[in-house]
């Protein structure tokens, strides 16, 4: 990926007058966002497979409310869940929040600055001296033109970033989805098998009393029964914890999250994988992260041609003063003088050297990161779509194959033990192994789901453990930018 040259500085001080038109124009054109810039959002995220059309809500009000307790009226599938989260979750409206911040720290940075207004009264004597200045940041305004733009792209970047947010919540949301259904599933399917085996113990104890089983065939049916005793609490224990996962990023609370139901079964699998073609272009072209990374390496950039620009002189302010003199005496004179004064840094001890290292190796830091963004996007758009063909394939396997075969030997096995030809204990222990053949499958299922999220996410949006360190970088880049008119 290419990275802006800042070898030119787009940032001029040979123009006075057009830098100051041209922040004359930029204050009086930088205004709030109606929507701290949610609508450009919804653009970035609307056609995204992951939200299926959902809207991510600024903050919650009571139409969309009644919208979730009419989805907390029905059963709860995957869409339903994204949809809740966009509309009540709190990490959505804390990622429009820090988004609205950039918002207005675009239009301050675009604001003209205010004049300083000093007064001063000294008395000797019968003399009385009144002094008023009025001076003005002459680099504030001449660099206010790349202030603002500056501040243009950290908004785009930030609107990248609180897109990453809208799409890492939909995708977190899928998960926890998948992972609750698929846990009270299975804990379902662990209940029969636990019925099961305490058919077999009581009928093995009943056995063991009459004579005609020995001890130690008894207790490995009490074996089979504790196990799969344990095995059921593990899996009643994973369908609460996943539930409460699902409900923390529902944002639910109180009635809300006690009364809502999940469906029975997951979702069928696909017919057939998608063509997606080159996946590694994909994830270059649309990722979240990889544009967000650009941006604020751009920004970064235009940084460094500033304090190139300013290295020397990067303070100056100009003022017009008007000092009266009174004396009380007896003349009852008075005195007025006017004039003005340009106050700047004398360059004798720092000639910027510090400032423009420093810009350098932050811009260095910007580019390498926006590498560091594509190498990573690239790799798990490789992982992520190998992990996706790897759980389609296993779980086709289980549906078209292992599964029916099972179903097969277990129809088998009944007619067997309804003809005589198998044992009561037989018949049970196929039941229990067609049970947790089940349940394999059902763990299958869910992996490929999972799988699939992650793709979808690793092809649009972000990285799920890159993002953190994304945002903490731009939060550190804006920090460590020079500020115009400081020394």
């Not at 369908?239 to 609370?253: D, K, M, N, W």
């Not at 997951?266 to 080159?278: I, R």
């Not at 798990?380 to 779980?395: K, M, S």
């Amino acid at each position: 990926m290419r990275t802006p040259d800042v070898r030119n500085s787009p940032f001029s001080f040979t123009r006075p007058a057009a830098a100051l038109a041209a922040a004359a124009v930029l204050a009086g054109c930088a205004s709030l966002s109606p929507d701290g810039g949610g609508a450009d959002v919804q653009a970035l995220v609307g056609a995204n497979p992951l939200l299926a059309g959902a809207t991510a809500q600024r903050a919650p009000d009571a139409a969309s409310q009644q919208r979730v307790d009419a989805l907390l009226a029905r059963p709860l599938d995957a869409e339903a869940a994204v949809r809740i989260a966009l509309l009540n979750s709190p990490r959505v409206q804390d990622a429009f929040a820090t988004l609205q911040l950039s918002d207005a720290d675009r239009v301050q940075a675009a604001s003209l600055p205010n004049p300083v207004f000093a007064f001063g009264r000294l008395t000797e004597g019968s003399e009385r001296e009144i002094d008023r200045l009025i001076s003005f940041n002459v680099v504030g305004l001449l660099t206010l033109p790349w202030q603002a733009r500056r501040a243009g792209q950290r908004h785009e970047s930030a609107k990248l970033q609180a897109a990453q947010g809208v799409l890492v919540l939909a995708a977190d949301t899928r998960r926890a989805w998948v992972r609750a259904v698929a846990a009270q599933q299975s804990a379902v399917y662990l209940r029969d098998a636990k019925e099961a085996a305490e058919a077999g113990a009581e009928l093995a104890h009943r056995m063991a009393q009459a004579g005609n089983w020995s001890a130690l065939q008894r207790t490995r049916e009490q074996l089979l029964l504790a196990d799969a005793a344990a095995q059921l609490a593990r899996a009643e224990q994973a369908a609460v914890a996943s539930r409460e996962q699902l409900t923390r990023l529902l944002g639910l609370s109180g009635e809300r999250a006690a009364g809502y139901t999940l469906p029975d079964r997951l979702p069928p699998l696909p017919k057939a994988a998608p063509e997606l073609g080159d996946v590694q272009a994909l994830a270059l072209r649309d990722r979240l992260d990889v544009r967000s990374a650009q941006a604020q390496n751009t920004a970064v950039a235009g940084s460094l041609g500033l304090t190139h620009a300013t290295s020397v002189i990067n303070a100056m302010e100009l003022g017009v003063a008007r000092n009266t003199t009174f004396d009380n005496g007896v003349d009852r004179s008075r005195r007025t003088q006017r004039g003005f004064e340009l106050a700047l840094p004398i360059p004798i001890f720092d000639w910027g050297q510090a400032r423009n290292g420093r810009a350098e190796a932050l811009y260095l830091q910007s580019a390498a990161r926006v590498r560091d963004v594509g190498v990573l996007a690239a790799s798990e758009a490789r992982e992520a779509w190998q992990g996706w063909n790897t759980a389609y394939g296993i779980a086709r396997r289980y549906r078209d194959e292992v599964l029916p075969l099972r179903k097969k030997v277990n129809e088998e096995m009944v007619l067997r033990y309804n003809g005589m030809l198998a044992s009561v204990w037989e018949l049970l222990g196929e039941t229990r192994a067609s049970m947790l053949a089940v349940n394999a499958g059902i763990e299958a299922q869910r992996d490929f789901w999972l799988a699939d999220t992650d793709l979808q996410l690793v092809l649009t949006g972000s990285s799920p453990g890159g993002m953190t360190a994304l945002q903490t970088a731009a939060a550190a880049a804006a920090g460590d930018a020079p500020a115009a008119g400081g020394h």
